[in-house]
C-alpha cells in the first residue's frame, strides 16, 4: 500500500508569493492497481511522483510506504551520468542490498545495451536510457514501480516486452506512471486519474478520465 | 538495528562509488589520489628544509613541513570538496535510502583515509631516511583524529550553506587560502609572541597541529594546545553541521 495523506506542496517563487503544485491530495494504491495520471505540461506531475517516492517532502500532509516503492523512473533519474551503465549497475545494486553480479545479468539480457553497457550514461539516448533504468528496477524487483513517462516511451519491441514484463508482475505488484499521452497510459495501465490545478481526480474508467482530461 | 545496516549498506556503496568516479577504473588513478597530496607534502618540506637550515632546536625543517602541510591538505580537501557536494550528488537522493548524512560521511571517511594513508607513508618513508621516529604516535594520530573529525563539521556546514546560499561557494575557496596563516599549519606557537599565542589559540586549528607536533617532534618543540578546549569545538560545528543538513534537506529540488 502507498498512502497519500491530504499531501500539499508549495514552492516559494522569487517575489515571494507561493505557488501549490499539490493542492490536499488523498490517494491509496494498492498491490496490483495500475493507475496512469495525466497532466498537461507544469500540471506537477514530475513533483507527484517525486511526492509519491519520498524523495522530495511535502509541505504538509504525509507518504506512507508499506510495500517497497523504486525511484521515480524518468530520463537519467537516480544515475550518475559520467559513470558506465555497468558502474550504475553495481553501485545501485548495493544501495538496495542485491547482489551485483546476479542484478548485472539480468541488466544486460533485458537492456540490451552491448558495448555500451561501459560507456558513460551521458552518451545514451532516451531510449536506451529507458532500458538501462526499465531493467534496472525490474531486476531489483520493487512492489511498486513509479514511472515518468519518458522512461516507458521507446521503440515497439522494448515497449512490448516492458509491458509483458510489468503485466506479469502486476497482479501482486503496483505501477504508477505519470504521462501526458493518453496512449502511453492506456498501453500499461488499467484506471487512470487526472492532475489538475494541484487536485486528483481518480476515475474508474479509463475513457472517462481521457475524456475529462481531453475537455481541460 | 535495520536502520543501521541499512545506513551501513548505503555508505558502503557510496564509498565504492565515490573511489571509482574519483580514481577512475585504472589502477593509476588509485595511485594518483595517493601521490598528488604525498609529492606537494614533500615538495613542501624540501622548501622548508632547503630555506630553514639548521631549524628550529633541532627539528628537522623537512619533517616540520610535512606535518603541517599533509593534515593542511585534508583540511582544505574536505572543505572545498564539501562546497556544492549536495547540489552535484541531487541526482542520488532519488533513492529515498540516501540520507544527506551518509552522503556526506563517505566522502569524509575517503578523504579521511587518504590524508592517513599519506601521513603514514611520508613518517614511515623520514623514519627510514632521517632515522626519525615520532615521539608519541597516539599523540600524533590523536591530534589528525581530532582534526579530521573537526574538518567534517565544518564540511557539513559548508555543504549545507552552499545548497542554500549560491552566494557562499565562491567564497569557500578564497577562503581557506586566507585561513593557512591563522591554522597553525606553518607556524609553531612556540615562537609567537604571549598575547599572539592567545589570540591565534582561540581558533581550535592550531590546537590539532600543534598536537600533531607534540606526537611528532615531542621535548624537541614545546607544544600549546588544550584538547577539551578542541573538543568544544568539535562538538559545536558536528552538531550545527547536522542541524544545517537536515534544515537544508526540504529546501533541495530536484
Known sequence: ?216 | MLGFRMQGRVIYALLLREMTTRFGRDQIGFLWVFFEPAILAIAIGTLKHLLDRGGQHGVPPFMFGVIGYAPYFAFRGMINQAAGALTANMTLLYHKQVKLLDIMLARGLLQSGVVTVVLFVVITGAVWFIGMTPHSVPTLVGGLMLMLMYSYGLAMLVAAATAAFEFTDRIIHPLTYLALPFSGAFIPMHALPPTWRELFLLNPQPHFHEMMRDGMFGDLLPAYYDVPYALGWIVAVNLLGLYALSAVRPKLEH
Open chain 1, 1 to 216: 500500500m502507498l498512502f497519500l495523506d491530504n499531501v500539499t506542496k508549495r514552492y516559494k517563487m522569487r517575489d515571494g508569493s507561493w505557488h501549490t503544485v499539490l493542492d490536499g491530495i488523498t490517494a491509496l494504491i494498492r498491490p496490483g492497481d495500475a493507475v496512469g495520471i495525466l497532466g498537461r505540461n507544469g500540471a506537477g506531475k514530475s513533483t507527484l511522483i517525486r511526492t509519491m517516492a519520498r524523495v522530495e517532502y511535502p509541505s504538509s500532509g504525509r507518504v506512507e510506504h508499506r510495500m517497497s516503492v523504486s525511484w521515480p523512473l524518468g530520463f537519467g533519474v537516480g544515475l550518475q551520468n559520467t559513470m558506465s551503465g555497468a558502474d550504475n549497475v553495481r553501485f545501485i545494486s548495493r544501495l538496495y542490498g542485491r547482489d551485483p553480479d546476479e542484478i548485472m545479468d539480468f541488466v544486460e539480457d533485458f537492456a540490451e545495451l552491448g558495448d555500451y553497457m561501459r560507456m558513460p550514461t551521458k552518451t545514451y539516448s532516451s531510449g536506451m536510457m529507458g532500458r538501462l533504468q526499465f531493467g534496472l528496477s525490474l531486476a531489483i524487483d520493487f512492489d511498486c514501480y513509479l514511472i515518468d513517462e519518458a522512461t516507458a516511451t521507446g521503440d515497439s519491441r522494448f515497449v512490448e516486452r516492458a509491458r509483458q514484463m510489468l503485466a506479469a508482475r502486476t497482479r501482486d505488484r503496483a505501477i504508477i506512471m505519470v504521462s501526458h499521452q493518453a496512449n502511453t497510459i492506456r498501453s500499461y495501465c488499467r484506471t487512470a486519474a487526472v492532475l489538475n490545478e494541484g487536485k486528483l481526480t481518480f476515475y474508474e474508467d479509463m475513457d472517462e478520465a481521457f475524456a475529462a482530461y481531453e475537455a481541460l
